[in-house]
């Protein structure tokens, strides 16, 4: 053991004197979560398409075509589910906010005259510029659904028949008779102003009506919030090219040591194949578990980074390395030389990590790159390190990723092993 | 002591070594001497069990054991300074001996007396705790073979550790491994040049593409192998040269013939033994 030790602490020693070592293993994942930190610094979750939960407890011709309507609308993705399946998205912070159209809404919509339309909006509180961007969306689709009611005489007519049959029914006042006129000429409003050469100047005929859409809007703390600030982001990716750069430097320390005639002094020592194999797993882990605890102290002390668990952050630390030791092994032996392991290793790094959301940020790349995502060991390191700094994971969720990371470890490392040259030439 | 017994390697349609055999006494620097390609690395290799025998086989043995090469044990007891230097350049030269040692087993005050003495052994003291990157070339060198000897081995293994130096680190080398025959250590010294086995090896194996063509002391095999010295004679401006094994007798009788205004006798050596015994000059 103590010769294990040994090497791997020399390795160690030798990865932080190497300037360029170093370099992409702490001052590159630093830069860069620094540099990401302050870019998206100030934007909360923003997607390009909000994902947003929709119940339709109406059930009504109008509440389907204001969805449709809602579903068109540039910036939203609209998604029909159960209220409580709904509910429990907000509380998990997976989806921002939850719509719902209640009993009476396609009524209400169809004939303002008498009831502006209501829904329900479920917001968890910290995602409030998304909830004001989906208010917005609403209140625009109820606008649209009034000015296609207002330039449809047909309709419109429908309604005010049903609202004179209403208000014929009341004892006769002035005000019954001014409100039955009003529906009696109202179908004709648009005509009216068409004739007159005021269609543009009026803007529509909904600034008779007062508001489109009454929102009543609830708070539904999520259980999960999302990165207190963009570094809680930014450093879970920074950690992640951490352990890129010290799995690619330790992948070419076995190339150096050949090509430097060490390995040959190892070899001959009382050592083993396997002390050497162990010395390196050792090194690699014990310094990339170093400078990705490091960054993240950093992140922790000096960016405001609010770590949701510090155990399950410690487990998905371990992990991450883990895996990537595995993966260095790996490409130790797909590199014979130094040039062609660093060459190899950031070749293969460069576009996994682009995949895995090492470059950018996993929620804002589309749907379908996230899915292939799921073949990078980059990802799975992001999700555990984001589900243990804010995504608030619990021990079960965090299972998955940590078996996936320490599964792909195990068999990278297996396979490097076995096929590792020993030969010193 | 180092026994090869009828050993033979080959790498592909390249026979490398062929059928060598010797032993190494204890206390004697013995000599490899070949060309470039004669099979010294090879056989090297092949002492501290970094390939494997064809044929044949290589043993340590003593009164008390027979161990293989690879034998744990066996490697504790041997060091090698491999022909290219074999250091890490990004720390001090004192680590990298600590490093070392701790792989053979040393450790607190016994692994820092061995440093300091390798250090010294190498003349390294006021340096040990500069990085190897920023040491001369001769001094790298002098670590090389401080690193061999960290463990304080028997048998130590030095394949060509002078390639590359200026004579002033190669007679450095030389007081160093002098300086190890006289702690009674067994040192296999491999060189392609002769001066350096004339002047270290008690005996030397003379090996030419993988074949041993001679093994003896240095006076026996130019004794046996090196032919007549010759005398170089200066009349006037002419120069002549003439074969003898009686330098004083041929001087005689060309002074009874002329005048001679300077001479100077080359006795035979070991380039001369290997002209003999292989028809090639040792730096073809």
Redesign the interface.
């Known amino acids: 053991m103590n010769k294990i030790v040994a090497m791997a602490a020399k390795d160690i020693h030798i990865l932080f004197r190497d300037k360029l070592g170093f370099f992409f293993t702490v001052f590159f994942p630093l830069m860069m979560a620094i540099f990401f930190g302050a870019m998206f610094a100030g934007l909360s979750r923003g997607p390009a398409n909000i994902p947003i939960a929709l119940v339709d407890q109406d059930r009504t011709a109008a509440s389907e075509r204001f969805i449709e309507r809602l579903g068109q609308a540039s910036g939203l993705a609209v998604e029909e589910i159960p209220r409580e399946e709904a509910l429990e998205q907000v509380r998990r912070g997976r989806t921002a906010v939850l719509v719902t159209l209640t009993p009476g809404f396609g009524a209400a919509l169809d004939n303002p005259f008498v009831a502006t339309p209501e829904v329900e909006m479920t917001v968890d509180p910290t995602q409030f510029a998304v909830a004001g961007m989906v208010r917005g969306v609403l209140l625009e689709a109820a606008g649209a659904e009034l000015q296609d009611l207002m330039s449809d005489p047909a309709r419109l007519g429908a309604a005010n028949s049903q609202n004179s049959l209403f208000f014929e029914s009341l004892p006769p006042s002035d005000a019954r008779d001014q409100m039955l006129t009003f529906l009696d000429l109202s179908p004709r409003v648009s005509s009216l102003i068409d004739e007159m050469g005021l269609g543009a100047a009026t803007g529509g005929n909904q600034g008779f009506f007062g508001p489109p859409l009454e929102i009543e809007q609830t708070e539904v703390q999520a259980e999960r919030p999302g990165p207190t600030n963009s570094y809680a982001t930014s450093f879970a990716q920074a950690m992640l090219w951490t352990l890129i750069g010290g799995s690619v430097s330790f992948s070419m320390s076995i190339a150096i040591e050949r090509s430097r005639g060490t390995l040959m002094r190892l070899l001959v020592a009382p050592v083993t194949a396997r002390h050497l194999l162990a010395a390196k797993g050792l090194a690699c882990l014990g310094a990339t578990l170093f400078t990705s605890s490091a960054l993240i102290t950093l992140g922790i002390t000096v960016f405001d980074v609010r770590p949701t668990s510090y155990p399950l952050l410690a487990l998905a630390l371990l992990c991450g390395s883990i895996c990537f030791c595995g993966i260095m092994m790996a490409l130790s032996v797909i590199g014979g030389t130094e040039q062609a392991a660093a060459g190899i290793g950031w070749g293969l790094s460069l576009p996994l990590s682009m995949l895995g959301g090492g470059m950018v940020p996993l929620f804002l790349m589309p749907e379908w790159m996230q899915t292939l995502g799921n073949i990078s060991p980059m990802k799975w390191t992001l999700m555990a390190y984001e589900g243990a700094i804010w995504r608030g994971f619990t021990l079960n969720e965090m299972l998955l990723p940590c078996a996936v990371l320490v599964a792909i470890g195990v068999l990278a490392f297996t396979l490097g092993a076995r096929n590792l040259r020993w030969d010193t030439g | 002591m180092l026994v090869f017994d009828h050993v033979s390697k080959s790498f592909g349609d390249l026979r490398a070594v062929d059928d060598l055999s010797f032993e190494v006494e204890a206390g004697e620097v013995f000599g490899l001497l070949g060309p470039n390609g004669a099979g010294k690395t090879t056989a090297i ?1 092949m002492a ?3 390939l494997e025998p064809d044929e044949g086989v290589v043993r340590f043995t003593d009164e008390a054991f027979d161990r293989d090469p690879r034998d ?2 066996n ?2 007891s ?1 060091g ?1 300074a ?1 022909q ?8 001090g030269g004192a ?1 990298n001996l600590r ?2 040692g ?4 040393l ?1 607190g005050s016994d692994l820092e007396e061995r440093v300091v003495a390798c250090l010294d052994f190498a003349d390294l003291t006021d340096v040990g705790k500069k ?1 190897v990157s920023k040491y001369s070339g001769g001094m790298k060198r002098r670590l090389n073979l401080a ?1 061999a000897i960290i463990h304080d081995p028997e048998l130590v293994l030095l394949d060509e550790p002078t390639v590359g130096v200026d004579p002033q680190s190669r007679n450095a080398i030389f007081e160093r491994v002098e300086q190890l025959r006289e702690g009674g250590k067994q040192v296999v010294y491999t060189t392609h040049y002769m001066e350096e086995a004339q002047r270290l090896c008690d005996r030397v194996a003379i090996i030419d593409r993988g074949r041993l063509m001679a093994l003896d002391t240095v006076p026996a095999l130019i004794e046996a192998h090196g032919g007549p010295g010759n005398l170089v004679v200066r009349t006037g401006d002419s120069e002549s040269r003439h074969e003898t094994t009686d330098p004083l007798g041929t001087l005689a009788e060309l002074q009874a013939r002329q005048a001679v205004d300077h001479f100077q006798y080359l006795p035979p050596d070991l380039e001369a033994v290997f002209l003999n015994l292989t028809g090639r000059a040792l730096r073809d």
Request: proline fraction near 3%; charged fraction near 25%.
């Open positions: 290799n501290v069990g970094l744990a044990e490697r504790r041997l090698l491999p290219s230097i074999a250091l890490y350049e990004q720390i680590d490093f070392f701790r792989l053979h087993g450790r990085v690193v």
